[in-house]
DNA sequence: ATTATTGTTGGTAG
DNA sequence: TCTACCAACAATAA
């Protein structure tokens, strides 16, 4: 389930995992998630190298290796690291072959006596692990991050006034900022009491500055949930995704769903104004 | 069986 | 060169 939030938790467990770590071995089976496609040249030009960094920018993650060399990860809709907290005795290595539930990559990492298994997995499959010598155009070209960089009001602004598509539209648009998701777009409007379907250039500073506001409070509080989570809490942490129906928790008109650029969109009549 | 799902990309058209 | 639109990718869960 990844936007920034989600890919700022898998940041940070994966820099716990990895960093400073030995890359052992890796099992790359499907050549659809990894580049480069065949999977020798992918598995062979990674092992051997230490992580020296990971980090994020949007929903992408990067991982700085020693002698040149990045893997970049995207989580795609499904996709996710995870640790093998259960390893088979009889299989110390298991980097062969796929191990967990929908598993696609794995690796062996190492750091002093220390070994452990980490697994990319993703029953959908359009997630990516793509190595490279330097930064991918899809990563150059993304937008401020909310969370890094924090918004800047008014170059969001000069940015969304060439726009004629709606605000919910642009801001799934990963160059105006990055790491904005469906979800995080939807609860951030809702905060900031501005109708999805409003043009992006129909804002008024003082619309953008609540939404910077909203976006600021939806990410940090998805984040804080993830970071805090209980095994017993399954109930959405959002105030309105995927609530069509429910009484908007604000002013308790209900809650409408529509359709934009192909997306759902939930949003409350009552208090969201058009712009 | 039908519908919906937290994302990107490549092609097309303007 | 920039913006907008759409099909395609794939595997579930309700």
């Known amino acids: 389930m990844p936007e920034l939030p989600e890919v700022e938790y898998v940041r940070r467990n994966l820099d716990r995992w990895a960093r400073g770590h030995l890359v052992v071995s890796v099992s790359a089976k499907d050549p659809r998630i990894v580049r480069p496609t065949r999977p020798k040249a992918f598995e062979s030009s990674l092992t051997g190298r230490t992580v020296q960094a990971v980090d994020r920018r949007g929903k992408w993650l990067r991982c700085l290796l020693d002698g040149g060399q990045r893997l970049f990860v995207h989580l795609g809709m499904t996709g996710w690291l995870e640790e093998d907290r259960d390893p088979d005795p009889a299989n110390p290595h298991p980097a062969v072959g796929h191990y967990l539930r929908f598993e696609r990559v794995g690796f062996v990492l190492r750091r002093g006596k220390k070994t452990r298994r980490i697994a990319f997995v993703d029953p959908r499959r359009w997630g990516r692990l793509v190595l490279a010598r330097e930064d991918l155009p899809a990563w150059t070209a993304l937008g401020p991050d909310p969370l890094d960089d924090g918004i800047d009001v008014a170059r969001l602004g000069a940015k969304l006034a ?113 712009r």
């Open 162 to 274: 060439r726009r004629n598509r709606s605000i919910k539209e642009a801001l799934l648009d990963q160059t105006v900022l990055a790491g904005v998701g469906n979800i995080q777009a939807i609860e951030a409007l809702w905060r900031a009491k501005i109708d999805p379907r409003s043009r992006a250039s129909a804002l008024s500073r003082r619309d953008l500055a609540a939404l910077a506001r909203g976006l600021r409070w939806t990410i940090e509080r998805t984040l804080a949930d993830l970071t805090t989570k209980r095994r017993d809490s399954e109930a959405s942490p959002f105030k309105i995704y995927g609530r069509r129906g429910a009484p908007c928790p604000r002013c308790k008109a209900l809650l409408q769903r529509i359709e934009l650029g192909g997306r759902t969109t939930t949003f409350c009549k009552g208090c969201q104004e058009r």
